[in-house]
């Protein structure tokens, strides 16, 4: 029997301590486990009715008059699909199968076959609450809509797409029916796979067409071809006694053996059993005994088959044909003409187990379906998310190590699967997340009454966990902290050390789902030789914090576990949760032309807007870049810090409003450059068997220690290889943002040479590549986490890179680096040309590329910002007049956006 394909395993998948497992058993809600083994269902005869509409499917089943009683039916308001209709408790239900290239879906499970899909739902899981199929209800009379095709030319497939090879002859059973190509399995093979509509025909008789069936061969011929074919050979003519039925002819032991084939309706009847084909009979008795000791052998073709003839098209015909075929593979292929695509791409997609996988998906928003495929070559989905189903979740970058991710939850029909997702860049995140936003149930909230329904609501969380008090240390000996909203996992924190852990994290997400009314914070211990445990929690109500403004609080902690008693402890946690209303777009253009024009009200927020500087440097780059002036923005922000900066050494070491910009900038456009410039070094060191170690006080064995500088130095030059061959992939934009660098910072300090070099490799390297080679995950270079001995090289080599970059070499502070000197004085000046070559764009560079987000979102996000700091802007205005400006367009869009609410 074939498996059941499930959409989720909940048990523990046997992760590395140091990598965070989210279906560990206790974190991850369980479900029941399948035993595939108990999935068998009713034979199909029992209750698939082929096409059938509704009201006739009900009719049956209120005739059965009874409460689990259900049938199958093939959908005829959406062929291609199929519905099961279920008599309940509380009366008749319909459910949705789609079918896709020989799978079928309902909810989040997969299944392989209708037969499947019924057995589970019989014996292993509730369709409805405390609700199981019980009774099957049989169709009037048997259901034959088994259909054939024949191929009347050969085809060979394009290799590593989901396109059949086949001979002349070969017959298929029809899937599905895509628009120019079948979904079909191979009678001969088994094989389930692509053939062109052209190149068969249906086929209403499988006998006729065999290469074995003889149709004009006389008895007597029959006997001499099988005498001269030999032992155990055979083959099919028609009965002589039985007109419409078929004889077997089987030479045994120079005897011939005649079979009786009764033709039964589209089935054959031989030997006890009913087959679907001369094809399957054959088959079966191929491998099991046809008389005794005795299996078929050797099938005797006709003649037309061994020459090569037979029905066939002329030689100009064939080719015209071959020539006409669309062999548009892949994807495509099950896309209807009416459907509305509306993205298509590669994204990682983990489940199960820890690995990402790449996948190529296609958002299909007539069918509200996400499809994920092996590769954009392949035609057969790998799977399928029903986001009829879904709700979509944010993903913080703690969670897995890694940036771009967000998460979809099916929940259906008793049963929740989590579909873990990563873009390789925050573009393309926030692209994929837009566009699944409108298919998500979590997301399609009605508005309140009085909210005008031109507005759109941003709901937003800030929470910083500081420290733990009092917790029960015998069951926390490793805690660590899990965020829920609604029961979903979305950020945790590293382990912290008992008694009183101290985590001091903060995470923000951005975008919450409009459902979401409190988040829970569960400390969760860390199990060295088993599954993570949770212990503790706590639950905020989000009414409880009031719009804006952050509240800091010790807030007591609960048992998970109800049989515990006593005090579990509190936990400090600082939150602020924001609800923005977003006017239409043209209610801020007055404020983005402000922003725009005069870069003093930049300024102005940069100062005012410390503690939400990231929320501020994210919403001011999106609206800069949507109207292509991210240079003059950044140019401007950056000019202003080598303004006040009176030492080369500290420029730009300290975190401010330019250098949050820059990360951000870098973060969003830079991840092609940084997979380019350096993910074959990282992966080249993490699959290194040699030790890179080069402190001695590290080493066992010191005699090592040559082998190991020698191997460091190879993989050092390797990494530096790629770099420097990178440049063409870095972005001209940025690339022109580090000209102006250079030529603000040389005009600053005309006499030091160094600094055009240095000015530019503090972002470069110290705050892109450097920290991409540390930490690859975070810059989705690797899916695991590198063994203890690889991260120690990576370490190394990223520290050797960083002093390359400044342009100094080791001294007696770390006197086992000093090894790397003549390395570092060997490639100084190709690390001066590289960033001169890189920083050599000295006219801003024009882009038609559309920007990815909503603006009127970021815009909002101004606005907020702006009124919350009300006060400071105008204290500032009193000695800069040209604010007063900002403070009149802020009153003004927040009565504006009062009328809209309705509260004026």
């Given at each position: 029997m074939a498996e059941l394909k499930q959409t989720v395993d909940n048990s523990n998948c046997g992760l590395q301590q140091d990598e965070f497992d989210p279906f560990s058993a206790d974190v991850e809600r369980t479900e029941e486990q399948v035993d595939t083994a108990l999935t068998s269902a009713p034979s199909e005869e029992e209750w698939y009715h082929g096409s059938l509409d509704r009201r006739t499917a009900e009719e049956r089943l209120r005739k059965a008059g009874l409460v689990g009683s259900y049938l199958v039916r093939e959908s005829q308001s959406k062929p291609g699909s199929y519905v099961l209709s279920y008599f309940g408790k509380t009366g008749l239900n319909h459910f949705r199968i789609s079918y896709l290239c020989g799978d079928y879906y309902i909810g989040g499970r997969q299944f392989d076959s209708l037969s499947l899909l019924i057995g589970y739902y019989t014996r292993c899981s509730y369709l409805l609450k405390g609700e199981q199929l019980q009774e099957p209800v049989a169709p009037p009379e048997p259901v034959d809509d088994c259909r054939k095709v024949i191929a009347i030319l050969p085809f060979s497939g394009m290799p590593d797409t989901d396109e059949l090879s086949f001979e002349k002859g070969e017959i298929f059973i029809v899937r599905d029916v895509l628009d120019e190509t079948y979904w079909v399995t191979s009678e001969k093979t088994g094989e389930s796979g692509i053939v062109y509509q052209p190149l068969v025909e249906d086929l209403t008789d499988d006998v006729l067409s065999s290469m074995c069936f003889h149709e004009n061969l006389s008895k007597e011929d029959a006997v001499e071809k099988l005498r001269q074919a030999g032992n155990g050979s055979f083959l099919v003519r028609p009965s002589e006694h039985y007109p419409g039925d078929y004889s077997l002819f089987f030479l045994h032991d120079k005897t011939v053996i005649r079979f009786r084939i009764e033709k039964q309706g589209r089935q054959l009847f031989i030997g006890g059993r009913y087959f679907d084909s001369l094809h399957a009979i054959i088959q079966r008795y191929t491998r099991e005994e046809i008389v005794e000791g005795q299996t078929l052998k050797k099938a005797v073709m006709r003649k037309d088959v061994l020459n090569g003839s037979g029905p066939s098209l002329d030689s100009a015909k064939t080719k015209e044909l071959y020539a006409s075929l669309k062999r548009g593979t892949g994807a495509n292929l099950l896309k209807k003409q009416w459907d509305r695509i509306d993205i298509t791409g590669y994204l990682k997609k983990r489940q199960k187990t820890k690995k990402w996988k790449n996948m190529y998906f296609i958002l299909n928003g007539t069918e509200r379906q996400l499809r994920y495929f092996e590769n954009e070559r392949r035609s057969k989905p790998k799977g399928m998310i029903d986001l009829a189903f879904s709700s979509i979740y944010p993903v913080h970058d703690s969670f897995f190590g890694r940036p771009n991710c967000f998460q979809l939850i099916i929940n259906a029909y008793n049963h929740m699967s989590v579909n873990y997702l990563c873009a390789d860049s925050t573009d393309k995140a926030q692209h994929w997340i837009q566009s699944l936003k409108p298919y998500c149930v979590n997301i399609q909230t009605p508005k309140p009454n009085h909210l005008s329904e031109a507005l759109k609501e941003l709901r937003s969380l800030s929470i910083e966990i500081?420290?733990?008090?009092?917790?029960?240390?015998?069951?926390?000996?490793?805690?660590?902290?899990?965020?829920?909203?609604?029961?979903?996992?979305?950020?945790?924190?590293?382990?912290?050390?008992?008694?009183?852990?101290?985590?001091?994290?903060?995470?923000?997400?951005?975008?919450?789902?409009?459902?979401?009314?409190?988040?829970?914070?569960?400390?969760?211990?860390?199990?060295?030789?088993?599954?993570?445990?949770?212990?503790?929690?706590?639950?905020?109500?989000?009414?409880?914090?009031?719009?804006?403004?952050?509240?800091?609080?010790?807030?007591?902690?609960?048992?998970?576990?109800?049989?515990?008693?006593?005090?579990?402890g509190s936990l400090r946690i600082k939150s602020r949760y924001l609800h923005e209303v977003i006017?239409?777009?043209g209610e801020y253009t007055t404020l983005k032309e402000l922003i725009l024009t005069n870069l003093d009200n930049v300024l102005m927020l940069a100062q005012v807007c410390v503690s939400e500087r990231i929320s501020l440097a994210k919403a001011l780059l999106m609206v800069f870049r949507h109207e292509n002036q991210e240079s003059r923005l950044l140019e401007a922000l950056n000019n202003m810090e080598i303004k006040k900066e009176d030492e080369v050494s500290t420029l730009f070491r300290a975190t401010s409003l330019a250098t949050t910009l820059m990360d951000q900038y870098m973060k969003m456009t830079a991840s092609t450059f940084v997979q380019k410039a350096s993910k074959d070094a990282v992966h080249t060191i993490i699959e290194s068997k040699q030790s890179c170690e080069l402190d001695p006080a590290r080493m066992e064995n010191c005699a090592e220690l040559e082998g190991n500088v020698e191997h460091f130095l190879i993989l050092l030059n390797g990494a530096v290889d790629d770099i420097f061959n990178s440049t063409e992939y870095c972005p001209l934009m940025l690339r022109h943002i580090c000209y102006c660098l250079q030529r603000s910072a040389k005009n600053k300090w005309p006499d030091d040479e160094s600094v055009r070099t240095r000015v530019v490799s503090g972002f470069i390297f110290l705050r892109l590549l450097c920290p991409a080679i540390l930490n690859p995950k975070s810059f989705n270079l690797i899916s695991e986490t590198p063994t203890e001995m690889a991260i120690r090289s990576l370490k190394l080599v990223a520290k050797s890179l960083q002093n390359l970059a400044n342009l100094v070499e080791f001294g007696a502070k770390e006197p086992y680096m000093k090894v790397v000197n003549p390395f570092i004085k060997m490639n100084k000046e190709r690390m001066i040309t590289f960033l001169d070559t890189l920083s050599n764009v000295p006219e801003c560079p024009k882009t038609n590329q559309e920007t990815p987000g909503d603006l009127a979102r970021d815009m909002a996000t101004i606005h907020t910002l702006c009124a919350s700091h009300v006060a400071e802007i105008k204290l500032a205005s009193e000695t800069k007049p040209e604010l007063k400006k900002l403070l009149a367009v802020t009153a003004r869009l927040t009565a504006h956006k009062k009328c809209y609410m309705g509260e004026s």
């Open positions: 500081f420290d733990g008090r009092d917790l029960p240390n015998k069951h926390l000996p490793h805690p660590y902290c899990v965020v829920y909203l609604n029961n979903v996992q979305v950020c945790r924190t590293q382990v912290g050390k008992c008694p009183n852990p101290y985590w001091g994290e903060d995470f923000i997400l951005d975008d919450i789902p409009s459902d979401v009314e409190s988040f829970t914070i569960s400390i969760v211990n860390q199990g060295r030789r088993s599954k993570d445990v949770e212990v503790v929690q706590t639950t905020i109500d989000l009414n409880d914090l009031k719009s804006g403004e952050f509240i800091d609080e010790w807030y007591s902690l609960q048992p998970v576990n109800i049989a515990s008693r006593g005090d579990m006017m239409p777009p």
